[in-house]
């Protein structure tokens, strides 16, 4: 997230940096420049969305270590039971310990699946409105320029008036 935040900085010194069209707010920013950060910024966005794959897989993670925890004290109570004469109560008091640890793994991934999903969109989200603020910036400097250039070639294609001097 730091890359795309840094390319971020640098897009913003260029605007910051680039000449003001005179009697405008507007100003001539690098296309070339403009365009390679937004190419940038493209490559970048993955790095994010591999972010919040990472807490996913994560999420994965930890219910596989609590299924194998839950089959483990399944597995011991298992072979105390074996030994006991108790074995029914031992095996239910097992499976409810079991069932318990599941629910509330699950509930866990559950929360961190919608945590990692959120934090996804939320960066997603914050880095289109940055890339369209940027872009909005850059086409009204173009259509500045654009108008301005249309200005200059009415000027030129005015035909001067001659006058005949008696």
Known sequence: MTEILT?????ENLIQNSRRVPMSSSV???QKQAMALIDRMRIS???SVKEGERMMQDR???LAEARSQAEGILQDAEE???GMVAEEE???RARIEV???LAATREEVVRMRADAEKYQFDQLEDLSNTVSGLLNEVHRGMSELQFRMGEHEDELAEEPE???FV
């Open 7 to 11: 390319i971020i900085d640098e897009f």
């Open 28 to 30: 001539r920013v690098d």
């Open 45 to 47: 966005v993955p790095s």
């Open 60 to 62: 994965d993670q930890i």
């Open 80 to 82: 105390e039971a074996a």
């Open 90 to 92: 031992i095996m239910n």
């Open 99 to 101: 069932d318990s640890l």
């Open 162 to 164: 001659y006058r005949e």
